[in-house]
């Protein structure tokens, strides 16, 4: 795993962008994985500002998010899907149909699972995936004790992640109790991997996975340890007191 220290978080963002930005100049068609949440907010917007002031088109770009609520609508601002259209999509030149973000509302869970992987398949997989980390290891919505061979699942979320999230809610009892989510798996079969790590709430999360040894199923970004090609950007509130 390589890992690039930033000043803070404006500087983290503004090399994420770059780093998908050239991705994408080099290879027009890539297929982008992405997540959501508070940390590429802000990558998602200097992708904007470089779309519109440079030309980086996303029209031939494919994208799959890597996990969505269960029981949200799209148009409900909670929603991923609500997320990314407002973040990213409405303000880029992708094509509708080459967005694909996990179903959450799909009446048979298990099929839409299913369907997810096999789309990925057959897009010849994930060229690069942007990840997050939650503050207990959890990638995408896999939470501790995901088994590592897991695909596409629906997932109860940890107690503490239904906190962290509770933020962009009214109020927790609104934090749905499920999502699906890519699995460990699916995540471990991008080609690459590219890993933001922002602040102090990260610190110790980033800490096990730089430090510990073997992967764990209890901390399920350990994994990455296993990965031929992940690359963190992590700034310096995230990596105080390591290495
Ligand atoms: C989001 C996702 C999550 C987040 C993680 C960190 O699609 O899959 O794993 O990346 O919860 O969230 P933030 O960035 O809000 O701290």
Do not use: W
């Amino acid at each position: 795993m390589k890992v690039i220290e930033t000043k803070q978080y404006q500087e983290l963002s503004q090399l994420a962008s770059n780093y998908i930005s050239d991705k994408i100049k080099k290879k027009p068609n890539l297929t982008l994985g992405l997540a959501t949440g508070g940390t590429p907010k802000k990558t998602y917007e200097l992708l904007i500002e470089d779309h519109k002031n440079n030309g980086t088109s996303y029209n031939s770009v494919t994208t799959f998010n890597l996990d969505e609520y269960i029981g949200l609508d799209p148009e409900n601002a909670n929603s991923y899907h609500h997320y990314m259209n407002q973040t990213f999509f409405n303000h880029i030149d992708i094509n509708r149909k080459n967005i694909f973000i996990p179903n959450g509302l799909a009446l048979k869970m298990e099929q839409e699972c299913r369907e997810y992987e096999e789309k990925i398949k057959f897009q010849g997989g994930i060229d690069l995936q942007l990840l997050g980390i939650g503050a207990n290891g959890h990638i995408g919505f896999n939470e501790p004790g995901t088994p590592f061979l897991s695909t596409t699942h629906v997932i109860e979320l940890a107690p503490s992640t239904r906190e962290a999230n509770a933020r962009f809610f009214d109020s927790i009892h609104d934090v749905p109790t499920h999502a699906i989510t890519m699995g460990i798996a699916s995540i471990i079969a991008s080609k690459e991997i590219l890993l933001l790590v922002s602040g102090e709430d990260k610190n110790a999360a980033l800490k096990r996975l730089l430090t510990e040894e073997e992967p764990t199923e209890d901390f399920p970004a350990s994994i990455l340890k296993k990965h031929p090609h992940v690359t963190i950007i992590a700034d310096k509130k995230a990596l105080k007191g390591i290495g």
